[in-house]
Every structure is written in structure tokens, then in C-alpha cells.
């Protein structure tokens, strides 16, 4: 590993000397002559860049006379301007539309969270975030970028190994929706069964989506199921997709963990190397098209313990890429064709629990050793968005049809049948399950600028399809032959499992190919009854296919108090349909109860099983929302609080399994030939309360240097109010949402999580001080003992310096602490010292990162 290094540092030695030409100073403001705070201002084709301070000042260093310099600000158009040999050159922005339903005007501090919003969002400048700090997918950017955002990578829990679940407000990872230039992302067709988060739920699989193909990402921190639908219970997450021109940009990133407790691995283990580039073009009079390629790998990672069911616990190996793009031709005067999309594919092995040798699992003709199986992956992931905006009669139109895919095939590999014994193949193709979306919408949206102080109106319709699959794999991965007895060394005979171990594949009788449609329309208002005071109302109606409809309203308001303080407050309602893999995900295996052959079910939602015992049809989540914050922004601080409250009923979950010897129920199961089964049902109702803290301050330490210090925190509590059952399960609640259950769910977000940071940027340099804070965490193991994970600080550092005008060298450390939750025993979640919490179970990260704007 240390020889992906080493050019790095010989390459940043020799070329060190090597500086700017030039400064140019001026002042960024708005139209109304205010200055702006934390405008990004970068010479193009290079790395150098800087931002505006509280007075809208900035000095740039440029490289050439001719240079052209561009000034981007979040809500506002982005200005390019030739420098023409000048050393003062002072910028007026134009406010503009951000996305679609939601429009920032006015000032706003540090680009970091829009104090004058009516919501509380965050705005994130991934190409900032990128260039200073070490994680390199779009998950864990966001795990330390923003307050209530969590994301941990699993290990041993099937699926979850290979896309990792992700939520907002310690909600579920379905319970967030995700658009790209504001349009609705498909989800990914994995639905989580094990791992310590989002438990039967689906989510977005973000890491789909290159960081280098994304401008900024905005995460709406509040309710908004009235203006996009199902899912936006916890809030949104939009991802902007770059514009740039004649301009190329790319990135070689390496890094790897210690490899700590690693048997296999001395100094190093989880090797990453990703490399990206980006490049866009003009096309006629004000067209572009970008084009975004990226390739990543990633290695095992193992911290093994003798104590350990599992001779392999850690990351998976994978590697993954992909090619996005954004394009938009203008049409005549007014009207413009755009069209957005890409595709990804990620191969990944991840290694299950071991089997012994001996066992009635192994074949100790195949594996005298025993072995680790393991559990491989293709997933293929598909989007392309084509749509038509213009202006019809003074109303801003667009007419647009998004369509995506992602499909998740299963192999084993380096496992076994057992109940073939020796005859057993090896490696087996599990099958698997893939999800598509269509989504096609017609927005209008106008501005009454002589309305009270202006008024802004838009409605819209949308038609959405979606169908989910499951395919079988070949017979030997999912089969039991036998019943084929084995005699364990207590001298008890037993009969070999059927299927691959590690996963058993789908068979014929989980074989799944079901759609539904819905449609929709809304109304949405934002009024500006005064300079000081402006409120929204939105109101939303859905009809599904499968369940029926649904209506939900929003009310925001913003008072402002005085210069750079101001109250804001929201009430909605929400809802989120159930997911088609929470409604159709099924798997079944067969095990051998004394000679006879009995299925344990994963059951659909309409399974005979499922009806016999009660579990009604899935419906609907309904929420409630409500939000207040407080914002103040003035020269050099900027500061949000934010307060909410989300009341959840019906929220769907996995139970736990029902067993065919139970004295109630046993008899259903034993006449359906079931020996246990366990079902998605809208079993529970949570509160969630929290608070979201945003500080910010800028300041200079002379006319090139600069820094931001920046703090955030979130503060999440969240209750199980009332576990609802079947009328034939009643009494049973425990095993129906067990407290081991109740614990993974309550756990989504620790109970606070802290961020400092302190940023520098000056004379070529820049550097990166990270301090993230995760506090306690308690969970149940298996065997029903509690595990305690004590709080955790993780620092993060790094340096940075331009060894030319076109490239920028960084290089540092990820929890370079080298922090660990705390141990626990074998049982946990994922068979290792470690349940997937906190900052994780992998330690210090080191990496070097060269980026080339050209």
C-alpha cells in the first residue's frame, strides 16, 4: 500500500515551488447591493478558488492575465466574467430558482444552511467536501457532513453488505426521498432483512450516484410529502448534477485502513483506489452537455478475533462504476430540452459466516478446513430523465419522464449444497430481484410580482409505474435433496441443509412479477404578505393502484424579527406507500423436523400463511410534522435551530418468526406445512423529537487567508408508542416486534451527534480539522444480553496545497484516533466484536487525493 503513495509525496516535493501569478480582489453582492457571504469564486480550468467574507469581499490568486473567473452561489445564477488583465474585478449575482418547489432567494450565510429559507435545508458543495476530506462515496460524505444524516456499512447481513442503508432523522432509509435535479430517484430492490439499520425497509442506493458527476447536494430537513409524494417523511435529499464547460476536472484518490486484528495483513488492509473524470461541453447557444466517468475499488477489510463465529468479519470487496451525464439544448427563445441520467454497475463479494469442518453445513470432502462462503453480487443501475421546460403565457412549464432500474443478482461462491454432499458444485447463481420506475410529471409554477409582495403559484400532475421482480437462480442453490441424515461428533443424527450456504438462492416458488401505478396532483402557494413576513401553503392528493388514495397539506412561515434574525415554522402531514418489495419479498427454506421436510417462510404480504394468521394488507405510513426554528445570520456568523416533532402510525417493519409449536397459533402453521414464518406488517407507531444546530463562522487571516469554523448537532429521541397487532397474535407482541428488534429500530441515530470542523484556505494551502462526536448506543445480542457502545470521538485531518494552477495534492487521515466502538462478544448482529454503529469498525483510514482541472 505504501507504494500507492509515494509518487504522491515525490511528485508534491518536487513541483511545491511552483506558484500563482497574479491577485485580483473586488466584492460580491446581490441585486439590491448587499453583500453576499461564502460565494465560491475559482478561476477556471485550475484549483484555484476562494470565497467571499462577510462583506462580500475576496482576494483570488489567477495564473494567467486572460483567466476567466466564475462566481457560483447556491439559489443564485452562476456568472462568468474574463479578467482582461484587471486586479479588481466586483460581481452582482441574480437570485434564481434553486429547484423545483423550492425557491431561495435572498442572502444566506457560509452556503452551509439557508437562514432565510421557510424550511430548514442544508446546502453542501460536494466539490468542496471532496477535495478536503477522505471519504470517497457519497454516503459516507454525507455521514460527516451533515447533522442528521446517518449511514454505516454492514457486514454479515446479506444484502445490506452491498448497498448500504442510509437514513435522516434516525427515520427509516425508505422514509427519505431522493431526487436528482429535482426529480424523483428510484429506489434500489434490495429491502434490508438483517444489519443494524432499516430493518424491512427499501432506500436509495446514493452510492450509485458519482460524487464527481454532483455540483451540490441539498438535504430539505423537514416533512414535504405535499409537494413530492410517498417517502418525504424524514425530508429530502436533491442532488444537483454539474453544468461546467470546457472545462475537464478528474481525481486519483488511494487510501486504505490499518489493518488492525487482520491476520491476513501486517500494516494495511481495504485498499481503495478510485479515479474520475469529468468534462463538459457547449452545445449551440447556451447548451451543455457534461459527462461524468468514474471507477472505484475497494478491498476486504477482516478485524478478526479467536472468539469469533466468523474467520472473515469486515467490509466487502467490491468495485464499482459508472458514467452520468446532464445535458440541456435550448429550444427557441424561451424553451430548452434537457436530459440527465447514467448508468452503474458495482460488483461486490462479501463473506458470510463461517462454516466449520465437521458441521452438517460443510462437506469436509470439499473443505476439510471448513470455509467462509461467499455471498457475490451484480448490481446493475440504470436512470435516464428526458423532459421540456419553457414558458407558456407566463408560466414556467415543464413536462418531463424519468425512467430507472436497478437489478441485484445473487452468486455464491466458494460454498456448498450440503445435502449433495460431494456432488455439490461450488459456485451457484442465487437469482435475485430488480425494481423498475417510471415517473412522468407536468409542473407549472408563475411569479405575481404585484400579488401582496409577491406571490408564487404552482400545480402540477404525475403519473408513476413501478414493477418488481424476483428471479430464480439454478435448482442446487435453492433445493434441499434429502433428506440426507448427517451424524454430528455428540453421535445425534441430523439431516444436511438444503441450498447455498451463506445465501440459499430463490427457487420457483419466490418467483415474483408485480405492478402498480398512481397518480397525483398538487397545489402549492408561497406568499409574501410583507418584507418580514412570507408563508406557503401546499396541498397534495394521491390515488395508488393497490391501496387506494391519499391526501396531505403543509403549512411554512417565516417571521423575520429583525436584520439577520428570523423565526420559521412548518405543520404538515405526510405518508409513505409501501415499498412493492415490502408487499412481494419472499423466500422460503426447507429444514427437516424429525425425517419430515417443513418450510420456514419469509411470507408475502397476501400469502395464505400471512391471512391465516391476521396480517392484514399492508397500507400506508401517515405522518405528522411539525417544525420551528430560529435563524440568524449577520457579517461573519451564521446560525440555525431548528426543532421537530414527527409522529409516525402504521410504520412498516419485519416481525420477528412465529413457530409451528406455538399453543395458540402452532395448529394454522402445522396444517399450511409452515415451521415458522414472520411477515412485513404496519406493526408499530413512533414519535421522533429532535433538534438540528447549524453555526457558522468566517473570518480572514489576511487578504489571501481565510478560514470557517463550523459546528453542527443533532439531538434525536425517538419512541415505540404502541406495537399493533393481529387479532389472533394478541398477547404475542414480543415475538411479534421483539425488544432486540425495538433496539435496531430506536438506534437508526444516535441520541446526539456532533460536528467541529475548522477549514483553512491561503497562499496555495489548505487544511482540514475534523472532530465528530457519536454518543452512546445500547443494543441486544442474540442471546439477549445488552450491548453497550460507549460514546466515540473520531478527528479526521488533512493538508492540501496546489502544486500547480491545475493541480491540487491532499493528503490525510480518516479517524486517525484510530477509534473503535466498544467491544463486545460474539453474538452481536454481525458475528463480531462490533455491531456496524458509530464511526464504524474499520479504524484509521489514510489517503492521498491529486486533482487536475484543466
Not at 169 to 196: A, W
Not at 421 to 428: A, K, M, N, V, Y
Not at 470 to 492: L, N, Q, R
Amino acid at each position: 500500500m505504501k507504494h500507492l503513495f509515494t509518487p504522491f509525496f515525490l511528485f508534491f516535493l518536487a513541483c511545491g515551488a511552483l506558484s500563482a501569478q497574479g491577485l485580483v480582489k473586488g466584492i460580491v453582492t446581490d441585486e439590491s447591493g448587499e453583500p453576499l457571504v461564502g460565494v465560491t469564486i475559482y478561476e477556471r480550468n485550475t484549483t484555484n478558488s476562494t470565497m467571499s467574507s462577510w462583506d462580500g469581499s475576496y482576494v483570488l490568486r489567477f495564473s494567467r492575465a486572460d483567466a476567466q473567473i466564475v462566481f457560483a452561489y447556491t439559489g443564485y445564477a452562476t456568472v462568468e466574467a474574463p479578467l482582461d488583465g484587471r486586479t479588481e474585478l466586483n460581481m452582482q449575482m441574480r437570485a434564481g430558482l434553486l429547484i423545483e418547489g423550492l425557491e431561495i432567494v435572498g442572502s444566506r450565510a457560509l452556503n452551509r444552511s439557508v437562514t432565510n429559507s421557510l424550511v430548514p435545508i442544508d446546502i453542501l458543495d460536494v466539490r468542496q467536501i471532496a477535495a478536503t476530506q477522505g471519504q470517497l462515496d457519497v454516503n459516507q460524505m454525507l455521514q460527516y457532513a451533515a447533522p442528521s444524516f446517518n449511514a454505516n456499512r454492514q457486514t454479515g447481513a446479506d444484502g445490506s453488505d452491498h448497498v448500504d442503508p442510509a437514513t435522516l432523522r434516525g427515520l427509516g432509509p425508505d422514509q427519505t426521498l431522493v431526487l436528482i435535479n429535482g426529480k424523483r430517484r428510484h429506489q434500489s430492490s434490495l429491502v434490508n432483512i438483517y444489519g443494524t439499520r432499516g430493518r424491512g425497509n427499501t432506500g436509495t442506493d446514493l452510492n450509485a450516484i458519482p460524487a464527481a458527476a454532483i455540483e451540490r447536494i441539498e438535504i430539505l430537513r423537514d416533512g414535504a410529502a405535499a409537494q413530492y409524494g410517498s417517502d418525504a417523511i424524514a425530508g429530502v435529499v436533491n442532488i444537483v448534477l454539474k453544468e461546467t464547460v470546457n472545462e475537464f476536472s478528474g481525481n486519483v484518490n488511494v487510501g486504505a485502513h490499518l489493518a488492525q486484528d487482520n491476520p491476513d495483513r501486517s500494516t494495511f488492509d481495504g485498499e481503495n483506489v478510485q479515479i474520475n473524470g469529468n468534462y463538459g461541453f457547449r452545445i449551440g447557444q447556451g447548451g451543455f452537455v457534461n459527462v461524468t466517468t468514474d471507477y472505484w475499488t475497494r478491498g476486504h477489510t477482516n478485524r478478526f478475533d479467536p472468539s469469533l463465529y466468523r474467520r472473515q468479519f469486515g467490509d466487502a470487496k467490491g468495485s464499482n462504476a459508472g458514467v452520468y451525464f446532464n445535458a440541456a439544448i435550448p429550444i427557441g427563445l424561451e424553451a430548452s430540452v434537457y436530459a440527465f441520467g447514467g448508468t452503474n454497475t458495482r460488483r461486490t463479494d462479501a463473506y458470510a459466516w463461517s462454516r466449520d469442518a465437521g458441521s452438517a453445513r460443510n462437506v469436509d470432502a470439499l473443505y476439510p478446513n471448513g470455509f467462509d462462503p461467499i455471498i457475490a453480487s451484480d448490481i446493475a443501475d440504470r436512470s435516464l430523465s428526458v423532459g421540456v421546460r419553457g414558458s407558456l403565457n407566463n408560466w414556467k412549464t415543464d413536462l418531463n419522464h424519468t425512467a430507472g432500474s436497478n437489478r441485484f443478482h445473487y452468486y455464491g461462491r466458494g460454498t456448498v449444497n450440503a445435502s449433495l454432499e460431494e456432488r455439490s458444485p461450488t459456485e451457484f447463481d442465487d437469482g435475485g430481484f430488480q425494481l423498475r420506475q417510471h415517473v412522468s410529471t407536468l409542473n407549472f409554477s408563475r411569479l405575481f410580482k404585484n400579488c401582496l409582495q409577491g406571490t408564487n403559484i404552482a400545480f402540477g400532475v404525475e403519473h408513476r409505474l413501478e414493477n418488481y421482480q424476483i428471479f430464480a437462480g439454478e435448482e442446487a442453490s435453492w433445493k434441499t435433496y434429502g433428506p440426507v441424515p448427517f451424524v454430528t461428533a455428540d453421535g445425534d443424527t441430523v439431516a444436511r441443509p438444503g441450498g447455498a450456504q451463506g445465501f440459499p438462492g430463490f427457487g420457483p416458488q419466490n418467483e415474483v412479477n408485480q405492478s402498480r401505478s398512481n397518480i397525483a396532483a398538487y397545489l402549492d402557494g408561497e406568499f409574501k404578505f410583507t418584507n418580514a413576513f412570507t408563508a406557503s401553503a401546499a396541498v397534495r392528493f394521491e390515488e395508488y393502484s393497490d391501496f387506494g388514495n391519499t391526501l396531505n397539506g403543509k403549512l411554512a412561515a417565516r417571521l423575520r424579527l429583525a436584520d439577520g434574525v428570523a423565526l420559521r415554522a412548518s405543520a404538515g402531514t405526510g405518508f409513505r406507500a409501501p415499498s412493492l418489495a415490502q408487499l412481494y419479498f419472499n423466500s422460503v427454506y426447507t429444514d427437516f423436523v424429525s425425517g419430515m421436510a417443513v418450510d420456514k417462510f419469509l411470507a408475502k404480504n397476501n400469502s395464505p400463511v400471512a391471512r391465516a394468521l391476521g396480517i392484514e394488507q399492508l397500507q400506508q405510513e401517515t405522518s405528522v410534522n411539525l417544525g420551528a426554528g430560529l435563524t440568524y445570520s449577520r457579517q461573519r456568523l451564521s446560525l440555525s435551530a431548528d426543532v421537530y416533532h414527527i409522529k409516525i402510525d402504521d410504520r412498516i417493519v419485519l416481525t420477528g418468526d412465529f413457530y409451528n409449536d406455538d399453543d395458540q397459533i402452532g395448529d394454522v402453521l402445522r396444517a399450511l406445512n409452515v415451521g415458522s414464518a414472520r411477515f412485513f406488517a404496519n406493526a408499530i407507531n413512533t414519535s421522533t423529537t429532535g433538534l438540528d444546530l447549524i453555526a457558522a463562522y468566517s473570518g480572514r487571516l489576511s487578504d489571501e487567508q481565510r478560514y470557517t469554523i463550523t459546528l453542527t448537532g443533532n439531538w434525536n429521541n425517538m419512541t415505540i408508542d404502541k406495537v399493533n397487532t393481529s387479532r389472533l397474535l394478541l398477547g404475542k407482541e414480543d415475538s411479534y416486534l421483539s425488544n432486540r428488534e425495538k433496539l435496531f429500530i430506536l438506534a437508526s441515530a444516535p441520541p446526539l451527534k456532533g460536528n467541529l470542523s475548522f477549514d483553512f484556505f491561503g497562499r496555495g494551502w489548505g487544511a482540514n480539522v475534523r472532530l465528530t462526536y457519536f454518543d452512546k448506543i445500547e443494543l441486544e445480542d442474540y442471546i439477549g444480553e445488552m450491548d453497550v457502545y460507549d460514546a466515540r470521538l473520531s478527528l479526521d485531518l488533512s493538508v492540501s496545497h496546489n502544486i500547480t494552477p491545475g493541480i491540487r495534492l491532499t493528503i490525510g487521515g480518516a479517524n486517525v484516533l484510530n477509534a473503535y466502538p466498544t467491544k463486545q462478544d460474539a453474538e452481536t448482529e454481525g458475528g463480531g466484536l462490533y455491531d456496524a454503529v458509530q464511526m464504524g469498525f474499520n479504524g484509521t483510514f489514510l489517503f492521498s487525493r491529486l486533482a487536475f482541472k484543466f
